[in-house]
């Protein structure tokens, strides 16, 4: 747990600049956001209430894990909300998922501020403004459930469900194609950044792993898609690189 287990990428360790700790934060709210989203079933099923107290821990290479406190004293960083398991089968899930999600926020927020505390004013600032320019974990969490519900009362309703097409390689919308809009594509979340799709942005997709991605998230322009066939993903990329 800790630091020790969260993946270096390419932010060197411990983060100093605004903008490494800035990466640091997305890559652990986008864990976060997996595992409340993505793997909800998984998640769900580790936080049981008969084992001991549980945390949710997001990692800087975007792994997340369910996992007891760490036991030394004072901690390497700031450790998440304390037994979150406790709660799980004496509340409405929706709502458990929420507690969840805004502890997790609080906790996003004193890591980075953490690393934050050797920066001046203005870098703090900085830091503070493009954290702000993302959604909270809980403003996704609760909009990806609204969004499954209303598609579940669809589905009992007799509707069938579109097609999950997004946003083709060259940069042009296909939602028309299928008479949508963007709120029918609220649950997607770009692999990156964690933002929710909006037709209005340029995506592009991961042949490998089939995760959807901002053009600005992974630097690929409209022009730039045209002339791939196949796309990678920066983590799929580093993976195969690994191997």
């Given at each position: 747990?800790?630091d020790?287990?969260?993946g270096?990428g390419?932010?060197?360790?411990?983060?100093r600049?605004?903008?490494?700790?800035?990466k640091?934060?997305?890559?652990r709210r986008?864990?976060?956001?997996?595992?409340?989203?993505?793997?909800?079933?998984?998640?769900y099923a580790?936080c049981?209430?008969?084992?001991?107290?549980?945390?949710?821990?997001g990692y800087?290479?975007?792994?997340?894990?369910?996992?007891?406190?760490?036991?030394?004293v004072?901690?390497?960083?700031?450790e998440?909300a304390l037994?979150i398991n406790?709660?799980?089968?004496g509340?409405n899930?929706r709502?458990?998922l929420?507690?969840v999600?805004?502890h997790s926020d609080?906790w996003l927020?004193s890591v980075?501020?953490?690393?934050a505390?050797r920066?001046?004013?203005n870098d703090?600032?900085?830091?503070?403004g493009m954290?702000?320019e993302?959604?909270?974990?809980?403003?996704v969490v609760s909009g990806?459930?609204?969004?499954?519900?209303?598609?579940?009362s669809?589905?009992?309703?007799?509707g069938r469900a579109?097609?999950?097409?997004?946003?083709e390689n060259?940069?042009k919308?296909?939602d028309d194609?299928?008479?949508?809009?963007d709120s029918?594509?609220?649950?997607?979340?770009c692999?990156?950044?964690g933002?929710?799709y909006n037709?209005?942005?340029?995506w592009?997709?991961?042949?490998?792993?089939?995760r959807?991605?901002?053009?600005?998230c992974?630097?690929?322009?409209?022009a730039?898609a045209?002339?791939?066939?196949?796309?990678k993903?920066?983590?799929?990329?580093?993976?195969?690189?690994?191997?």
């Amino acid at each position: 747990m800790g630091d020790a287990a969260s993946g270096r990428g390419h932010v060197v360790y411990p983060p100093r600049s605004a903008e490494d700790i800035f990466k640091d934060y997305r890559a652990r709210r986008s864990a976060i956001l997996r595992a409340l989203i993505h793997d909800v079933e998984d998640f769900y099923a580790q936080c049981d209430p008969e084992k001991e107290n549980l945390c949710l821990y997001g990692y800087a290479n975007e792994a997340w894990e369910v996992a007891l406190p760490a036991e030394e004293v004072p901690t390497e960083l700031p450790e998440p909300a304390l037994g979150i398991n406790f709660a799980r089968d004496g509340m409405n899930r929706r709502d458990w998922l929420a507690l969840v999600a805004v502890h997790s926020d609080s906790w996003l927020l004193s890591v980075a501020f953490y690393y934050a505390a050797r920066l001046n004013r203005n870098d703090r600032k900085r830091l503070f403004g493009m954290i702000n320019e993302l959604q909270t974990v809980f403003e996704v969490v609760s909009g990806a459930r609204q969004q499954q519900s209303k598609e579940r009362s669809s589905m009992d309703n007799g509707g069938r469900a579109k097609p999950s097409v997004k946003i083709e390689n060259n940069g042009k919308a296909t939602d028309d194609a299928y008479g949508e809009d963007d709120s029918d594509h609220g649950e997607t979340l770009c692999g990156t950044c964690g933002g929710i799709y909006n037709a209005d942005e340029f995506w592009i997709g991961c042949d490998i792993c089939e995760r959807w991605y901002h053009g600005k998230c992974v630097k690929i322009t409209p022009a730039k898609a045209e002339s791939i066939k196949h796309y990678k993903c920066p983590s799929c990329s580093n993976k195969r690189a690994r191997q």
